[in-house]
């Protein structure tokens, strides 16, 4: 899942930037700060959100995972539970029942 | 025999100027002056010396005097063999190479009257490519301003190789003025022979000259697609005159792959170098390169992937090939057509105005 199409690299490797664009020779125009990855050997750059490649989208591409900020216990309960035992206070005591 | 190419455009016809001299009725007084005291006449490319077997095909060689170098020669020669619809004159002359600009353009300015007298004014089948001053992209404009009324005039003929590299933005003037007057940038195997042809020094022999010019027109054809000239004047189409093909596969397959790795850098290039070429660039049919196998030339067409790409030429008076057959054997038959007429008809949009 970590692979550039092109040749294998490391794909999480490579530098997160932006995207180059222009409408005329001699002029740049750099948008989307943060959604391209370039992969770290030969330079292929991809869209994070679709996967599609800049160079060739329809047939360069690569797997595209939803990614979203949840607390973790929505997410999934953990395995592991501690016992529990009731517990009461009554005249300055802690009260366990065993 | 002639049936297979009647109606055809033939997009490469060289007319001989015999030299400044003959340039003399169409020069002011002052050139008229320089250059009958300086007594220069021949101006001839060192990539064609007038004797060499290349430069003419041994039957249009005349007995007595300029092979190529009147309008009864390509008349017997190509107009009626070859039952041609419309041709296009290519003048190769060495004038665009001079290092003075002024008399350059002088020279390119009386070369393009003598064509239009000597031969458009005397054949309404026969169109012509515009000489410019290429050193002076200032000069050449007003070539093209003062010839483009003239509509027989249909390309920009531009020597292969000049003082920059053609991208470079110093020569936008000209692919501005060619695309708005609806002409193409023709170039040509000559040289202005500013550099050595070869990036590793001076070749020894004629052969090499010829053989390394492929990678001349590479290293120009890169330059405009690198700097962004077709992106800049998307309506411009070039067109490599004695080009061949058989080195097209590879430049478009690493021209795409380093763009793939290096587009950043040149972000106006928008598309891969392999579409840009399909889109604006068209190669003269000879001399072709094509594989021993006759059999092999529609794959290596299939490869480059453009049925537009090819344009009709005999390539007058060079030695290319014998008889009529001028067609490169193993041509596609769906292609036969094309490549006659309606792909010239598409790039020289001049032609249909007048079409024969």
């Known amino acids: 899942m970590n692979r550039c199409p092109h040749q294998g690299a490391g794909l999480c490797e490579g530098e ?41 989208p329809s047939r360069i591409r690569i797997r595209p995972y ?33 | 025999m002639s049936a297979d190419t009647r109606g055809a455009i033939d997009c490469d016809l060289h007319p001989a100027l015999p030299g400044c001299m003959a340039l003399l009725p169409y020069l002011d007084q002052h050139w008229r002056e320089e250059i009958t005291s300086r007594g220069l006449d021949n ?7 007038p004797e060499a077997p290349l430069s003419v095909r041994q039957d249009w060689r005349p007995a007595t005097g300029l092979a190529a170098g009147n309008l009864d020669l390509l008349r017997e020669q190509v107009l009626e063999p070859f039952g041609t619809g419309i041709g296009i004159l ?16 002088a ?16 054949d309404d089948r026969l ?65 202005a022979t500013r550099y050595a042809p070869t990036a590793n020094g001076w070749p020894t022999y004629l052969i090499e000259d010829h053989v390394n010019f492929a990678q001349t027109f590479q290293s120009q054809l890169l330059s405009l697609i690198a700097e962004g000239v077709f992106s800049r004047f998307p309506r411009l189409r070039l067109v490599l005159l004695n080009a061949g093909i058989g080195w097209v596969p590879s430049f478009l397959w690493r021209g795409t792959k380093e763009w793939r790795a ?11 170098p392999a579409a840009i070429f399909r889109d604006h660039v068209r190669i003269s049919v000879q001399p072709i390169d094509a594989p021993p196998d ?24 060079h030695w290319r090939f014998e008889g009529t057959e001028a067609l490169p054997p193993g041509l596609p038959e769906r292609l036969r057509h094309r490549v006659l007429r309606e792909n010239a008809l598409a790039t020289y949009p001049r032609l249909k105005e007048s079409e024969p």
Not at chain 1, 40 to 53: A, K, L, N, V, Y
Request: proline share 8%; with cysteine; glycine share 6%.
């Open chain 2, 90 to 105: 290519n003048t190769l002359f060495g004038a665009p190479a001079l290092h003075n600009i002024d008399m350059a353009a």
């Open chain 2, 262 to 272: 290096l587009r950043r850098e040149v972000p106006w290039v928008d598309r891969d």
């Open chain 2, 107 to 122: 020279l390119c300015r009386a070369t393009n009257d003598w064509v239009a007298r000597e031969w458009l004014d005397k």
């Open chain 2, 43 to 49: 101006l001839d490319l060192s990539l064609w010396p």
């Open chain 1, 16 to 56: 997160i930037t932006g995207l180059v664009t222009s409408d005329r020779p001699g002029e740049f125009t750099l948008s989307r700060a943060g959604e391209i990855i370039r992969c770290p050997w030969h330079g292929w750059e991809f869209d994070i959100r679709t996967g599609q490649s800049w160079c060739d």
């Open chain 2, 294 to 317: 006759p059999a092999d030339l529609a794959a290596l067409l299939e490869i480059i992937g453009s049925d537009d790409l090819l344009l009709f030429a005999t390539d007058w008076p």
């Open chain 2, 127 to 191: 169109r012509a490519g515009i000489l410019v001053p290429v050193e002076s992209p200032e000069l050449a404009v007003q070539e093209i301003e003062r010839r483009a009324p003239d509509r027989r005039f249909v390309q920009v003929l531009m020597l292969g190789a000049a003082e920059t590299l053609l991208g470079r933005r110093a020569n936008w003037p000209i692919f501005e003025a060619a695309e708005r007057h609806g002409m193409p940038v023709a170039l040509q195997v000559a040289s």
């Open chain 1, 66 to 98: 939803p990614v979203a900020v949840a607390p973790g216990a929505s997410l999934v309960q953990g395995p592991y539970v501690a016992e529990t035992v009731p517990v009461r206070v009554e005249e300055d005591y802690v009260v366990i029942e065993t």
